[in-house]
Nanobody, 126 residues
Framework: EVQLVESGGGLVQAGGSLRLSCAASGFTFDDYDIGWFRQAPGKEREGVPCISRHDKTTYYADSVKGRFTASSDNAKNTVYLQMSSLKPEDTAVYYC???????????????????WGQGTQVIVSS
């Protein structure tokens, strides 16, 4: 059974940091591109970063460049999202998604992803 389990969310003040984790099981972790997404109330789910195994790079949304860093520990089948200089507008439920391959032009398209976690809430207070 494929599972993605996010953790690490919580309440933090603006300017603070959080590290989210996404633990994967049930599929060949190294073969999948892993994306982080977030969804604020009343808004669509948006891509944050995506770790591309195939392109050997990480794509970032402009809104988080320089503040968020995605990394992967293949030995633990876990992807991390280190978030710094958090802003109130970063408040959302954060999800990780897995797809066998996604191109640089489509990594932010949620419909491309095959598997999703249940999400973890991040609240940034001003």
């Amino acid at each position: 059974e494929v599972q993605l389990v996010e953790s690490g969310g919580g309440l933090v003040q603006a300017g603070g940091s959080l590290r989210l984790s996404c633990a994967a099981s049930g599929f060949t972790f190294d073969d999948y591109d892993i994306g982080w997404f977030r969804q604020a109330p009343g808004k669509e789910r948006e891509g944050v970063p995506c770790i591309s195994r195939h392109d050997k790079t990480t794509y970032y949304a402009d809104s988080v460049k320089g503040r968020f860093t995605a990394s992967s520990d293949n030995a633990k089948n876990t992807v991390y999202l280190q978030m710094s200089s958090l802003k109130p507008e970063d408040t959302a439920v954060y999800y990780c998604g897995a797809v066998r391959f996604v191109s640089s032009h489509r990594w932010e398209k949620t419909f491309k992803y095959d598997y999703w976690g249940q999400g973890t809430q991040v609240i940034v207070s001003s």
